[in-house]
């Protein structure tokens, strides 16, 4: 039996708006994608992280970005995707971890606070203490799998959706990091 049905991107987009953790933000819904961005505080003592959140229907999972001042320490973390960009690794994403029947606020967010918790703890100890599956780790295993001559060949083939989808995500990400004068 399922707990939820999976929610529609406007359902996303208000779960953000009224968590009690990311609704001091801001952002912007449309038929096919939303991108929220607020400040996270994951303890009394923590500086505050501006926080985006992508999400467009042709993605599995919502992208989540930090764009801070503090780019250079941040871009040596552990668990990124993209350490230019700063795109949080939250979850293993082969584990269906995260379905879109899963509230935000119970997920997404929440992981949010405890990567930013685990990074903290990281820049004064040097040790990675919030488990998980570092994205350098996912890639040689697959990379170890595939045959050959899709390894010199890659394993991509373009798509006319995903330039798309990059250029959306470029241009908010880029808009957000204007507004903070990076």
Known sequence: MKKYQNSTIAQMYIQLKICKLSRNGYGNLNKDSFYWVFDAQPTPLSKKYRILIIFHRDIYAPRVYIVSNDITKL????????SKKIQLCLYYPDGKEWTKNDPLCNTIIAWIYLWLYYYEEWQYSGIWKGG??????K?????????????????????????TLSNYINRIYKREQNKLNL
């Open 139 to 163: 890639d040689e295993s697959k990379e170890k799998k595939l045959s050959p001559l899709k390894k010199i060949r890659g394993n991509k083939k373009p798509k006319k959706k995903n330039n």
């Open 132 to 137: 998980g599956t570092h994205p350098s780790q």
């Open 75 to 82: 871009s040596q973390a552990p668990h990124l995707y993209d």
